[in-house]
């Protein structure tokens, strides 16, 4: 049985790699924590697109956060251990682990990672592709077999 996706156009030839990377972020949803932002930044002059990713990650040190780049998938794990020698009485702020990520199109860079006042702000770089034009010459001979 054929399976049929939006990028199964015959028009659309290579972009079997682009099918299995929506396929890789729908399966990265999660849970919704922690929750985050995605904005562009304005350019500065001729500087390249700037996006950044925020997330609200409140209670986390640096040493507690874990950010990796594999496959062109950015992942940000946290990790908090419960503090045994604090006696709650009411506990409502709960330490947890999350993992988020973030699948990357060719040509996206990470560029740095900041954390202030509990967010945690990811800056990524949009290189520009080299435009790239090119003659394809025909050739003389035929490829055609006669079938006699």
């Keep these: 049985m054929t399976r049929v996706t939006a990028l199964s156009h015959p028009l ?6 682009i099918e299995r990377l929506i396929g890789r972020a729908a399966k990265g949803g999660g849970d919704g924590y922690p929750p ?3 904005e562009r930044i304005p350019r500065d002059g001729d ?3 700037l996006l950044r990713i925020t997330l609200a990650v409140a209670g986390f040190t640096r040493d507690q956060l874990d950010i990796t780049l594999e496959d062109k998938q950015l992942t940000v794990r946290g990790k908090q251990q419960d503090d045994k020698e604090r006696d709650y009485l009411y506990r409502g702020i709960a330490s947890r682990q999350f993992s988020r990520t973030f699948v990357l199109a060719d040509g996206i860079e990470v560029k740095s990672a900041d954390l202030t006042n509990g967010l945690l702000a990811i ?5 520009e592709p080299d435009r790239l034009v090119r003659r394809i010459e025909i050739g003389a001979t035929s490829r055609i077999k006669s079938l006699a």
């Design 123 to 127: 800056d990524l770089q949009r290189l």
């Design 47 to 49: 500087a390249s697109e």
């Design 12 to 17: 659309l030839l290579g972009f079997e790699e």
């Design 36 to 38: 985050y932002n995605i």
